[in-house]
């Protein structure tokens, strides 16, 4: 339970931090952070997991690159939704989807 929670706080913070290097990619503030994680990792498991599976042979043919397209695709519909996040266009959600991507790695090889 505990990894939980500081999982879901290093995610809000990894957004603040992709909100500071992206433009057009703004958070409001921490409230708003944790909210749109939450939306993100909902829309991920559901949406996301069917869109992932259905492009799967162009995401193998691009060596998974597409998945960054589909994970953009989820940011912007997220900013959509939740209050205080925003994603002006699709390249700012494509660089934040990016960002995002090299930060969860970051934060994972720093909490093994």
């Known amino acids: 339970m505990l990894r939980l929670l500081v999982r879901w706080i290093l995610d809000a913070v990894a957004l603040l931090i992709v909100a500071e290097l992206v433009p057009g990619f703004k958070v409001a503030n921490l409230p708003a952070a944790l909210i749109a994680v939450i939306v993100i990792g909902l829309l991920n498991v559901t949406l996301g997991l069917l869109l992932k599976l259905i492009t ?33 266009t699709f390249g700012a959600a494509f660089i934040g989807a990016a960002v995002l ?8 090889a720093l909490s093994n």
């Not at 991507?101 to 994972?108: D, Y």
């Open 56 to 88: 799967l042979p162009l995401g193998i043919l691009t060596l998974g690159l597409f998945f960054l397209v589909i994970n953009a695709f989820i940011l912007k519909l997220a900013s959509g939704v939740v209050p205080g996040f925003y994603v002006m």
């Open 101 to 108: 991507a090299l930060l969860h790695m970051l934060f994972e």
